[in-house]
């Protein structure tokens, strides 16, 4: 989220958001995982959109979202946002793909898993908000 961000996320997790596995506000990206404990995320910044191969992830969901400060945070739900680790990021509009794999290695939520989650971020003032591709709990 934009670190100057006044979303209300008490909002974020619509129906829709949470079958994305992907919560979008004005200032604010809000990634759903497979599993209610901390997990691995990479952030990665393009300048552009990059080409990637669909088949290497189980769910892929695309948002948008706007930085106005040039400081985003990358937090989970619980953490303080004053400790968050920040990314410095031009300001403007981006498009975002949030990706997931080795879900299928997940048997019990608390349990040891290889789940993997990826959001991918370039400049974009195209506002898509759907699912690439889904994935079932089993």
Do not use: Q
């Not at 670190?3 to 008490?10: G, R, V």
């Not at 300048?47 to 945070?73: M, Q, R, V």
């Not at 299928?104 to 400049?123: K, N, Q």
């Amino acid at each position: 989220m934009d670190t100057e961000a006044d979303d209300d996320t008490s909002e974020v997790w619509t129906d829709e958001a949470l079958d994305l596995k992907l919560g979008v506000l004005p200032n604010t990206l809000a990634v759903g995982t497979f599993r209610n404990v901390d997990v691995p995320v990479e952030v990665e910044i393009y300048d552009s959109e990059p080409d990637i191969d669909l088949n290497e992830w189980d769910h892929a969901s695309k948002g948008y979202f706007t930085i106005k400060s040039g400081i985003c945070a990358v937090f989970g739900c619980t953490d303080y946002l004053p400790d968050a680790a920040k990314i410095e990021i031009n300001p403007g509009a981006y498009a975002a793909l949030s990706l997931a794999k080795g879900l299928d290695s997940i048997t019990e939520e608390w349990e040891d898993a290889d789940d993997i989650y990826r959001v991918i971020l370039w400049p974009s003032s195209i506002k898509e908000y759907k699912a690439l591709k889904t994935h079932e709990n089993t």
